[in-house]
């Protein structure tokens, strides 16, 4: 989802291209510290240099957090380094570069934090966060992620079942789906005022996607609370799907009758489907599906239907999965 220009306002479907193409190519091979092997470049000659500062250990200062199980659903795939997942990342509202989150998101404040639940249910609210967790046991869910840029991820989330969360605001029988909103404050995302999407971000599940065991909502990744690139301080995860469904920094949460708008979805609704299952037989209309990289490998693979999670296979029996992609 990248987007060409860096002023791209108002932003055309055909601006927006995926990552691992060859401009970023570079930048890729960097960040896996490739290039010097890639491209042969010598490093003699740099006796003189000092050795560069020791870094902090990955993930200082963010909290433990106490997992009550965890469980490997990644096919025992082994787990992408923390420095990879918290380094290239896809968060708008902090830059569209792959390291602009890391290095913009840093500032959004995430406590106090509310969330609003509100529409088709008994029990509408708003939140404090702490509040909103505080009945639940956190787990760990080990779980592939995939973009729709054709890369992909192994993460230990940290987090708790979606339909855990929903059930104690008893939706009515009218809530068909369930959408998301992003906290949308310029103050704290001062790069959102350049446009490029139309904030606030928004995603939306039907109901029994929503309920499915596997949807889960993150608070945290790798034993500790999520650093704010990655989504801070609750986020969706939702690893059957492409990555844009899985929203971050979540501050309401809403039952709906009708379909809900969702940010991709409306930019490009012949691009980016309202479903979003990851499906290696349904190419995007400008780049293939059919296999992906995994940060940090070198070669790539093929792409898995459902992203490898077969199990949700039955929440879409008897639709076209073309027309409903
Ligand atoms: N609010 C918000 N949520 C977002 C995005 C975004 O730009 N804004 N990007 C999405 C996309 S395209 C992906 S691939 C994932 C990336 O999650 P990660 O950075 O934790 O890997 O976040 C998703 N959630
Ligand atoms: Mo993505």
């Known amino acids: 989802m990248l987007i ?4 791209p306002f108002p932003i055309k479907p055909s601006e927006i291209t995926p990552e691992s193409t060859y401009l970023d190519r ?3 091979l960097e960040r896996l510290g490739l290039t010097a092997i890639g491209l042969g470049v010598a490093a003699c000659g740099d006796a003189a240099e000092p050795p560069p500062p020791a870094k902090p250990e990955a993930g200082a200062g963010l909290a433990p957090l106490k997992v009550t199980k965890s469980s490997s659903l990644a096919g025992g795939e082994t787990q992408t380094p923390f420095e990879t997942v918290t380094h290239y990342n896809n968060y708008y509202e902090f830059g569209t570069d792959k390291s602009d989150p890391a290095d913009n998101a840093g500032s959004l404040k995430t406590r ?8 088709e249910c008994e029990a509408p609210g708003v939140l404090a966060l702490d509040d909103l967790l505080k009945p639940f046991a956190l787990e760990e869910r080990i779980y592939r992620h995939r973009c729709v840029e054709a890369w992909s991820i192994v ?4 987090g708790i079942p979606l339909a855990d969360v929903l059930k104690r605001f008893k939706p009515t029988s009218k809530a068909k789906f369930v959408s998301f909103v992003t906290l949308y404050d310029p103050a704290q995302m001062p790069l959102t005022r350049r446009g490029v999407l139309d904030w606030p971000y928004k995603e939306g599940l039907r109901i029994d996607e929503a309920m499915h065991p596997l949807a889960f909502l993150s608070v945290g990744m790798y034993g500790k609370v999520l650093p704010n690139q990655n989504g801070a301080p609750l986020r969706l995860t939702m690893p059957w799907k492409y990555g844009f469904k899985s929203i971050k920094a979540i501050v309401k949460i809403r039952f ?3 379909q809900p708008a969702a940010t991709w979805n409306h930019m490009a609704a012949d691009e980016y489907g309202f479903y979003s299952n990851v499906n290696p037989e349904v190419d995007h209309p400008r780049w293939s599906q059919k296999s992906e990289r995994r940060l940090g490998e070198l070669f790539k693979r093929p792409t898995l239907m459902f992203n490898g999670y077969p199990e949700v296979a039955s929440l879409y029996a008897g639709m076209d999965l073309r027309k409903n992609f």
């Open 4 to 7: 060409k220009s860096s002023h």
């Open 112 to 119: 106090p934090w509310s969330v609003a639940v509100e529409g």
């Open 256 to 258: 709906d009758e009708q």
């Open 155 to 158: 993460v230990p989330w940290v």
């Open 26 to 28: 570079r930048k890729f």
